[in-house]
């Protein structure tokens, strides 16, 4: 996946701090433990990259679009050595869900799109493909080999070349573009089981923003994903759908409407992205619309909740157990809405899911690269949690 320098020392920096790993540490303690290690294979410069204030300018710069360093803070993944990425991912995987489909095997499918992102992109703009054979590429899973999806076709995508407009910065590293080196990680404020801070992870279709406090998840929101191509299958055969649960989810949930339901759940506007997505925090509409769960049989209300699943699956599956428990004990009052098509697959097709607590909004757009075939963006915020409860917006 990311390309990776090697393990060869630079001698560019002073050695960074050493901090204080703990092997046996479990839950948030052993979150904190692996980003320990992993400032550990840093040198000075390094660890000022990923070491920033927790701000609410740090902490709301997040994007969807594929800006590099331009909109996100942290140390680029396709900076790193093979052993600090391999340590840098360590500490996402054990701070998200361990399910299949979601959490940290989403993660990694996203970035994984990316790379079919660029390599398309290259291939469109007359630029030779990445391949997955140079020994410099290490992938974003530290238990995998290299990632044989850089060269992969996307089922879904048309027979001849894509002819999207490369994004600024150009296909692949640099201050953007596609690929899974342009993805970024920073630990806002110094991670501990007793102070606030926050890892923020992401990069183009990715946000993570996970905030703790004395040792808890106070927050795992906002949470952004998005994925294009929608599926596509690598040259080992392997298929990928990183999104497929969430839009599974979207899917029976709509589909169990009754025509009257329908009727009741239709919102008036209609979308082209999702409304509380980078930069819209806080603004979340002051009147609920759509069809009130509480009207709803005691099988719609668990479909609500096994769509809802998917995204609160991105934090680990302790903390996700809990919001589901809050989740749930506020479904009465949660609504559900819809607007276009409900069978998301079409420009504007969009579901929303807002309850006291919990936001998510799923929507189709045009593809951008794979043109003629639509992708997904996704977000999950919480009216209350977002950021850990940190910030006030108006």
Same mark, same amino acid.
């Given at each position: 996946m990311a390309n990776a320098s090697t393990d060869t020392g630079t001698g560019k920096s002073a050695a960074g701090v050493k901090r204080p790993v703990d092997k046996k540490a479990t839950g948030v303690g052993a979150v904190v433990s692996a980003a320990n290690e992993f400032l550990n294979t840093l040198d000075a410069d390094q660890q000022a990259e990923v070491l920033l204030d927790f701000s609410q300018a740090n902490a709301t710069a997040w994007s969807n679009l594929p800006c590099g360093s331009t909109c996100r803070p942290g140390i680029q993944l396709g900076s790193l050595t093979d052993t600090q990425l391999a340590a840098a991912m360590q500490v996402v995987k054990l701070a998200t869900g361990t399910g299949?489909?979601?959490?940290?095997?989403?993660?990694? *499918?996203?970035?994984?799109?990316?790379? $079919?992102?660029?390599? &398309?992109?290259? @291939?469109?703009?007359?630029?030779?493909?990445?391949?997955?054979?140079?020994?410099?590429?290490?992938?974003?899973?530290p238990s995998a080999t290299a990632d044989p999806s850089a060269s992969s076709t996307a089922t879904d995508a048309p027979t001849d070349v894509p002819t999207g407009t490369p994004p600024s910065g150009g296909a692949g590293g640099g201050m953007g573009g596609y690929g899974s080196g342009v993805y970024f990680l920073a630990f806002l404020g110094t991670p501990s089981t007793t102070g606030t801070w926050q890892l923020h992870f992401g990069g183009h279709h990715l946000a993570v923003n996970e905030t703790y406090k004395k040792g808890k998840?106070?927050?795992?929101?906002?949470?952004?994903?998005? $994925?294009?191509?929608?599926?596509? @299958?690598?040259?080992?055969?392997?298929?990928?759908?990183?999104?497929?649960? *969430?839009?599974n989810g979207m899917l029976a949930l709509t589909g169990s409407l009754s025509t009257e339901q329908l009727a009741t759940a239709k919102l008036s506007e209609s979308f082209s992205d999702v409304l509380l997505g980078p930069g819209e925090d806080g603004q979340f509409p002051a009147t609920k619309e759509g069809i009130k769960v509480s009207s709803l049989s005691p099988? *719609?209300? *668990?479909?609500?909740?096994?769509?809802?699943?998917?995204?609160?699956?991105?934090?680990?599956?302790? @903390? &996700?157990?809990?919001?589901?428990?809050?989740?749930?004990?506020?479904?009465?009052?949660?609504? $559900?809405?819809?607007?276009?098509? @409900?069978?998301?697959?079409?420009?504007?097709?969009?579901v929303r899911i807002d309850g006291p607590g919990v936001w998510i909004e799923f929507v189709c757009q045009n593809g951008l690269v794979f043109q003629g075939k639509v992708h997904y963006h996704t977000v999950y915020r919480d009216h209350t949690r977002d950021y850990g409860s940190e910030f006030t917006f108006s």
């Open positions: 299949k489909g979601t959490g940290y095997d989403q993660i990694t *499918q996203i970035i994984k799109a990316d790379d $079919v992102l660029n390599a &398309a992109q290259s @291939t469109s703009s007359g630029g030779p493909a990445p391949s997955d054979t140079a020994s410099s590429t290490a992938s974003a899973d998840v106070a927050g795992a929101s906002p949470f952004f994903v998005g $994925v294009e191509p929608s599926s596509w @299958t690598a040259d080992d055969g392997t298929t990928y759908s990183p999104l497929e649960a *969430q839009r099988k *719609q209300k *668990q479909l609500v909740l096994k769509a809802i699943h998917p995204w609160i699956a991105n934090v680990d599956d302790a @903390t &996700a157990k809990k919001l589901m428990k809050t989740y749930e004990h506020e479904l009465n009052e949660t609504y $559900v809405g819809y607007s276009g098509g @409900t069978a998301l697959d079409t420009q504007g097709d969009y």
